[in-house]
């Protein structure tokens, strides 16, 4: 099994930065693909971002020039750099993990990150 531990959510004011981290760890041979959704109120999840072992990334559109994701692949490690933060970015973001060995989607259980308005 793998758990994903997030951290780096809170309150901040429009305009400010966060910067989310989630580790993966447990039982597992290699993690792949890493990303980040988020869920806001009232709404589905979306995709924000996710990232190769490569460094190849994929944005959502409206993220694009505001959001960076990483990864520390010795580390299984992925985080997401928020710039330039909205009032509708209020959501609970929430990192994703793809195990090839065992073809499982692992989920944390997501941290909450507040814009005020």
């Known amino acids: 099994q793998v758990q994903l531990v997030e951290s780096g959510g809170g309150l901040v004011q429009p305009g400010g930065s966060l910067r989310l981290s989630c580790a993966a760890s447990?039982?597992?041979?290699?993690?792949?693909?890493m990303g980040w959704y988020r869920q806001a109120p009232g709404k589905e999840r979306e995709f924000v971002a996710r990232?190769?072992?490569?460094?190849?990334?994929d944005y959502s559109d409206s993220m694009k020039g505001r959001f960076t994701i990483s990864r520390d692949n010795a580390k299984n490690t992925v985080y997401l750099q928020m710039n330039s933060l909205k009032p509708e970015d209020t959501a609970v973001y929430y990192c994703?993990?793809?195990?090839?060995?065992?073809?499982?989607?692992?989920w944390g259980q997501g941290t909450q990150v507040t814009v005020s308005s």
């Open positions: 994703n993990a793809y195990e090839v060995s065992v073809a499982y989607y692992y």
């Open positions: 990232i190769t072992p490569a460094g190849r990334t």
């Open positions: 447990g039982t597992f041979f290699s993690i792949s693909d």
